[in-house]
Each structure stands twice: as C-alpha cells, then as structure tokens.
C-alpha cells in the first residue's frame, strides 16, 4: 500500500527563485517568483498553497503556492536584526505561531506575522542552523546550531543544551508518526535519533 506523503516545498536558490510545490510527492508546478536568492521556505501545515520564505533580512509569504509573493516583516525584524535570516518554520498545532532566526538568535511571532519578538540570544555566536517546533505544541522549539541541539519550553526565552554537544546540526526532522522521535542530521557525524525528543 502507498501511504500519504506530506506535501512538499522545494527551493533552488538561484537569482531567481523557483518554487515546486508537489502535493503528493509525484508532480511538481513550476514558478518564477521572488528576483533574489532566499534561503529556506516552509510550508502552512494546514494550506500547502501557503508558503513561506526568508530572503535576507525579509520574511515573505505566499497563498497561491508561490505564484504571488508578499513582504509579511514590515521592518520590525530589521531594527531587531542586522543579520542575514537563515530559516523559518512554522508551528503544527498553530500556523499562527512562526519563528524566524538568523547565525545568533530567534525571532517568534504569535499572531501570523503581525508582530515579533526577539527570543534570544545566548551571549556568545552559536551559528545557528535550523529550527523545529515540536509537533504538538507551539511553545516547544528545537534548534540545530554548531554546537550541537538546545531546545526551548518556553518559545524561545529560555533554551537549555538537548544533546549532540560539538556537533553541527544542519536539519531537525520530528518523525510523522511519533512526535516524541526527532532525527538530527549532522555535518560530519551522520543523522542521530533523539528518542524521547527532548
């Protein structure tokens, strides 16, 4: 039996930036969208035609999956940040909740977009590499940093070392059908189970 793939979100970060949006993993749609090289996109877990994307210091969206693309960080991220944005995720049990974050800190907003808040940093340059929400709460985030996993009860406040101390964690993926296992894949070290999830 063929089971159900998520839908999907793939981004090649050439000038211009080309969104394939496949619903079951099988066919792609082809579009010519934002003009710069962005860095990483992520999907609405409830509207797969809504897709996010970091570019610079920018956060867009789109609702037509990536026909159409609109700024959604009036400027407030650039006063909090000087930096590159490197990611965005955004929270399964509440598309509301986002987290955006660049080399040294997070970035969250619970109301779409509206507003945010800067969440950390750690008093020293973790490199930060790519953000999880927990599967079943928007308040739980996992961060892949340099350094290995730090996860935060709290959204983002307060984030205490979760394992893989010295390694470079490059993604975090919670397993669909366990949200208490997450997978970590590293730079040199190969992909780590974390099993309860911390």
Do not use: C
Request: net charge neutral; proline share 7%; aromatic share 8%.
């Amino acid at each position: 039996m063929v089971g159900h793939n998520p839908p999907q979100a793939v981004l090649d970060t050439n000038l211009v930036v080309r969104v394939l949006i496949s619903p079951h993993g099988a066919t792609s749609r082809l579009f010519a969208a934002l003009t710069e090289r962005a860095f990483q996109l992520a999907l609405d877990p409830t509207d797969p035609e809504t897709v996010f994307a970091t570019q610079k210091r920018d956060l867009w969206r789109s609702h037509d999956g990536g026909a159409t693309w609109r700024k959604i960080m009036n400027g407030e991220i650039r006063n909090l940040s000087a930096r590159l944005l490197h990611g965005v995720a955004v929270a399964p049990s509440d598309p509301q909740s986002l987290a955006v974050f660049d080399d040294r800190r997070t970035f969250t907003s619970r109301d779409g977009g509206r507003t945010w808040a800067r969440r950390t940093g750690f008093g020293g340059d973790l490199q930060n590499q790519v953000l999880a929400f927990a599967p079943d709460e928007a308040q739980s985030l996992v961060l892949g940093t340099a350094f290995g996993v730090f996860v935060s009860r709290d959204g983002g406040k307060v984030w205490r070392p979760a394992g893989l101390t010295g390694l470079v964690v490059g993604d975090l993926v919670f397993d669909p059908t366990d949200p208490k296992r997450l997978y970590a894949a590293t730079w040199a070290a190969g992909v780590f189970v974390l099993d309860p999830a911390p």
